[in-house]
């Protein structure tokens, strides 16, 4: 079922150059400075409970596709927020997923799965309707065996580091019961989208947890500074190394103390606008840059994606459901404001990642190319596939080089999902590598010394791992 | 001159699989879901009075190449509105086309001419300035004959169905006289831009069009959605099972009834402006959506042409001259309200087209796999070609899967070009699968079975044929 | 070090036939009909003052790649403007160069730095820490040899013509002296940027300039416009065939000229505003095209680059230092009032170029594959690449056909890249040529046919040299 071959280009000669160079970085150590697994599993280390729960429930990228067929996110068991009744059987759902498992033909889904199927519970079969309960009894005896327990497979998986993603006002736990125990080497991200978001539903509670937990009033702008500030120094005692930031657009303008306090009242007063928010959202990268600068965090940017773009399954089902849409995005105006005064600062990073592909040619690659302070993010969320990532190097190598990217991450909510991912990472990377071999447009020698960089070098130099 | 494996993957291995892939649909029956084919063509099956008249002047795919070269329309006997006198000997617009075939070399219009010539007519010498005249012969004495009337050529085609594209106003005798007659299966499309474009120089006289035909006073706006209702009605009858609508920007938002018949009173009253013709339309895209969930006919909206872009071209020849020329267009944002109201509906299809190919990866297939009702057309117009059609696989497939993609379609108005069109569609195809087979990322079993539903089986699914 | 099948496709039947292409058109004369050359290095043709100097301070594709690796521009002795001390010593420079060489692996810099250092120096080891000074030497060697003055590489290099870049204003003394003494085919192309930028801060120096040159009095706007057509003049006869234009957005539009009288006697009372001088640039362009439609000149359009986007750098070090970045690019609509006007006069040429690559099939093709005056540009500045060069031919050829495209140009003031930069350009050429004829789109005695039309014949035609 996984051809040892697989996503090389097949041409003969380019081929055998790729699975030299992939040869040389399969058994790396995982390096994973950004993605999304509940640091709570790891520290608690339960079995998981069935495939399903596992494999489709909480995966949006499995059950998005199923939706965009017909089916019914209540047919999967998502659990629902208005008491909608939702399947409860775990075998019922596994077997509507097996029936459209033809859906996932040419996706990197179906690619993951492969793998996972394979490399994680040894199945060597096409998943389908007829073995679909054979699949399932073969995963969940897996799972009720110590090593499919969540820190077997973190070693089994040989991952060297795993950075989460986690809110400011996140009291970081289960992070500080794995550093206690010694368990381990699972890093939080500093993440206060919520906190500086003056319209988010949620605002004012992320401001009272933070203030909760730092002592800060919070009932000032400078309060608040002083709030975001702490927490970030507890993150990094936490042994975070980076900060992570969404917004819908990288908007970046600084504005005076003075009026940052005016709309940070109004907030406070439930009387900011939509415009007040988003003022305040592009001062607050200047900061949130200017803070970078002071501590040292890594700057991860994340923008153009339409949240809960739907939102009859946004009100039912909550965020994270696979309704999120891209946009497109502009860069070059947008962070010309913080690149002039933060992005010639030498120990300051922006990693910068995009929904919009043609951004890596025209705007991404040639700031990169330019700014001490700009790397290039890996390809994100639709684009971290075979296509979308040969299409990143294909797009941004010839101007911002290999050496203003950084690395691959995973990204991820999947736990088992993370190996099949970076190998994807890894044999495409060798495959590109590998024609630009054949086209002598580097000697193989460079190559062996790029797939290592790609693979391992460049991640944990950016993000100071 | 047609070789057996054009536009195949050079890899031998490749080609091999793409060869057994195409092999397979090869000669699978025709369907042919949205064109602009004349019904009046297949209901009187006169015989093509001539060379330059079937294959050239109507063709604004080759007369567009022709003048950007410099030569005039007037030279290609293209009729003008204004009586500017124009070429009329065929001979004499044969000979300019044969002098200037190399124009053609690495375009779609190229390989469709190609296979027209040899595959239609017989003819497998290259067309130039030497042999302009035999060849004009060979095919004169074609036309001639019986069995390349119309109707034997739709026959000889292997035409399932065709689907035409009808106005609002439309009174589809000709659909009518064939099906009186029994012959073929040709069915109308429902096209109202005219009838919901209250800034359009025919509006009024559409409007009163369709108030003959239905007998609706056409004097309120409840009154135009009873007509337009009425000739969905008529519409269905006549076996239709789709709609069309081309928009510059796919704006959606809906107004309250009160709104949209001031709307249309200023419309009627002559003093609607510019922002209330797109205000309506807007409006008018929700209202046909709303009218697709409740009589089922499959929409489909063809947005981001800036039509008639040339203006001396266009008051002297009118229009469909060459002159129109694709605009960015953004789908995240503007379809959010009609996505909203019914992209959740399970009888509800949505057949989206672009002509911003930077759409496909970011907003297209990121919608398509997502919303039920969302399904992607095939690349349209300018991106119908060898390049235009693998470029859509490849920054389609990973998001939207092959099974929320609608087919091919031919989209000509071009009739004996319809069996190279679908020809190139199926190569292409093959050709795509073929490389997901040589890089194992599906086997040869998935292949073939995507290579007959993306041949036929979406195709009649989606449009309900 | 240099292969000889270099960026050819790997699939050895393409691999053949490209080469077969390159093989026929690898000695051509090159044709250079826009670039950046000082005419002031052949009209006095002194020897150039050593390896650094050379090929790393004034060329801004190298310093921008060690710059984003935190590399200071005055490591690099780039001249300050604001007295900053520099570093001096061009072996310090070239051994920091050498040291970091690999950031250049898998971009055009390295690729023309590779064919220099072999074909121009004969160096044939790659650059590296260990071999900087070894390198520096022989290279530096070669400078003290009369082979290596500018004139005896611009005939080695087989130059048959070299069209500069020139300032509405500039006295064209060097193209004078050249064509006084009878040697060489070094052109000048007006650029009359300064002077139609109300807001530029030279703007009034450089009105002044054409002022004295012209006699005009340029205190009113009839006499500016007086004063550019003698300038169009005097540029005719010292051999110009082309003007350039670089403009951030494309935007065109004619006011009458009572209302530009009114603009430019706000700006020279120095009351002009940033959107008069948006208005006033539209306009000129109108004007622009309307000189050219009279005086043939051929009008090459630049936009979308966002100059000096590093304040700091700009600054300090000035201008084209590396810090400018692209912006998405608007063509349909903003030039529809210039095409309307001039775009389908028969004497008149646009050359179109573009930093965003999604203009290509969007909106690029569909203009020049329409417009008799339309051409598109090749691959502009970040796109001047192997990778680059084969997306352009794959996005623009199906719809413009070859013969709306205008060959190579090499952009550079890089002297001694030239001829790397056609070298690549021929090969990627023959390698696109390579593909279509293995994939049968066309025939390989087309392809013949139009790897010289693309190397010489496009070139020559629409330049008009």
């Known amino acids: ?46 079995p998981f409970p069935d495939p399903s729960t596992l494999l489709i429930v909480p995966d949006h990228y499995v059950t998005r596709m199923l939706y965009s067929q017909g089916i019914r996110l209540e047919q999967l068991g998502i659990p629902s927020l208005d008491g909608t009744p939702v399947e409860t059987a775990p075998r019922r759902i596994w077997q509507l997923f ?25 199945i060597t079969e096409t998943l389908g309707s007829a073995n679909a309960m054979a699949v399932y009894d073969q995963i ?91 927490r970030r120094a507890f993150f990094k005692q936490m042994g975070a190394t980076a900060t992570d930031h969404a917004v819908v657009v990288p908007y970046t303008e600084r504005i005076d103390d003075a009026a940052a306090e005016a709309l940070y009242a109004k907030a406070l007063a439930g009387t900011a606008t939509m415009a007040d928010s988003t003022q305040f959202g592009a001062h607050m990268l200047m900061e949130l840059a200017r803070m970078s600068v002071e501590d040292g965090l890594v700057m991860q940017l994340h923008p153009g994606s339409f949240r809960n773009h739907n939102t009859r399954v946004f009100e039912r089902f909550g965020a994270d ?15 010309h404001a913080l690149l002039n005064a933060y992005g010639n600062e030498p120990g300051f990073t922006l990693v910068l990642f995009t929904l919009d592909e043609t951004a890596y040619s025209r705007e991404l690659a040639p700031l990169a190319g330019h700014y001490p302070a700009v790397v290039l993010g890996p390809p994100w969320w639709f684009h971290d596939s075979i296509e979308g990532m040969l299409r990143f190097r294909h ?13 691959f991450n995973d990204d991820t909510r999947a736990f088992p999902s993370i190996p099949a991912r970076h190998d994807v990472a890894r044999r495409v990377d060798a495959t590109f590598l590998a024609q630009l071999v054949t086209r002598h447009v580097i000697d193989e020698a460079d190559a062996h010394a790029v797939i290592v960089d790609l693979s391992q070098s460049l991640v944990k130099k950016v993000y100071r791992l």
Do not use: Q
């Open 321 to 335: 459901r696979g309704c999120d849409i891209p946009l497109a995005t502009e860069y070059t105006r947008n962070l």
């Open 395 to 407: 797009m941004a190598t010839e101007t911002a080089g290999f050496y203003n990217t950084a690395g």
């Open 98 to 122: 097996a029936d459209h498992f033809h859906l996932y033909r040419g996706t990197p889904t179906g690619a993951w799965l492969k793998h996972e199927f394979e490399g994680v519970f040894g």
């Open 140 to 230: 969940e005896a897996c799972l009720r065996r110590p090593e499919f327990l969540p820190r077997a497979m973190y070693e089994r998986f040989n991952i060297a580091v795993l950075c989460t993603t986690d809110a400011a006002g996140d009291s970081l736990e289960w992070h500080k019961a794995m550093r206690d125990e010694g368990w381990g080497n699972v890093k939080p991200t500093f993440r206060p989208d919520i906190a500086v978001t003056l319209s988010h539903p949620s605002w004012k509670a992320e401001i009272d947890r933070i203030g909760a937990l730092t002592g800060e009033s919070m009932t000032t702008y400078a309060s608040f500074i002083k709030g975001l500030e702490a």
């Open 1 to 46: 079922m996984l051809h040892p071959h697989r996503y090389f280009d097949p041409d003969p000669a380019t081929r055998k150059i790729a699975l030299d160079l992939y040869t040389r970085v399969e058994t790396l150590p995982l390096v994973c400075p950004h993605g999304h697994v509940d640091p709570k599993l790891l520290a608690t280390n339960e």
